[in-house]
């Protein structure tokens, strides 16, 4: 037991709190699973926590029986909010629930750094979350880690290597600025209702300035395009990104016929570089 609130199924039955498909609600009733991807976070003690789709809370009560110094909750589900209200109670000043799409919503005047972000990431929205939150105008970003539940796809793309059929712009965007990991994989069922796919959390830590240096926005388009047509050898995926593509690839240590894959993240910031200064 990790708190003496109920145990979620009584809530959930008590708030009527049925799944809805299209919020991509897929609730973990687990309390020690809850704690154990609380404690993947990192110290929560001197966090700040923001916690995007808390539903009926099993997280938010991992993340506060954890330590966490404060956790904000941004929840779009009304019918969640009184659940969420009692959590509130039981830990007084430690819980801020917002009600809202975390996609229009900046919490950020709730927060105090270091803030660590924590959710169980409704599917329909993660993937757009985390590229934002990858890519924000100026870094070091307002987050110190996230520790995000994924479709286990998605978490293998964020971690592929070079040469991987997953590799690809989300590795590169994760993998330039931060280290992520894979901490915890979850069958189907650990979810009620479970989903049709396997998920996995990834812990990403900030790095405090990119690993390689390159202009942010170029090194995205680059990708964008380099990716975008996988299968292509890059002298024709990128022809027009510069006025001689082939010798800006060669200057960056890449075989024209290269294909995106293979190519390093090291490669591409080097590739960026040279594009940015011409
Ligand atoms: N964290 C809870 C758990 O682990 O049991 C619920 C996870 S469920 C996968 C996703 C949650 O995100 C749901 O509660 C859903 O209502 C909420 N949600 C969906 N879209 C949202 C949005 N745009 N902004 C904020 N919350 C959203």
Known sequence: MIDTLPPLRAVIARHGLSARKAL???FLLDLNLTARIARAAGDL?????LEIGPGPGGLTRGLLASGARHVVAVERDARCLPALEEIAAA??????????????LDPAAHLRPPVRIVANLPYNIGTELLVRWLTPPQWPPFWQSLTLMFQKEVAERIVAEPGSGAYGRLAILAQWRSTPRIVLRL?????????????????????????????????????????????????SSLRGLSPDIEADLRA??????????TVSLEGFCTLARILAQR
């Open 24 to 26: 991509g609600q897929n």
């Open 45 to 49: 003690a001197n966090a700040d926590v």
């Open 91 to 104: 830990w007084p000043g430690r819980l801020t629930v917002l009600h809202g799409d975390a996609l229009a």
């Open 187 to 235: 069958p189907p069922e650990a979810f009620t209702p479970p989903p049709k796919v396997a998920s996995a959390v990834v812990h990403f830590e900030r790095l405090e300035a990119p690993r390689f240096p390159a202009d942010a926005a170029v090194l995205s388009g680059l990708v964008a395009r380099a990716f975008g047509q996988r299968r292509k050898m890059l002298r």
């Open 252 to 261: 960056a240590g890449i075989a024209p016929t290269d294909r995106a894959e």
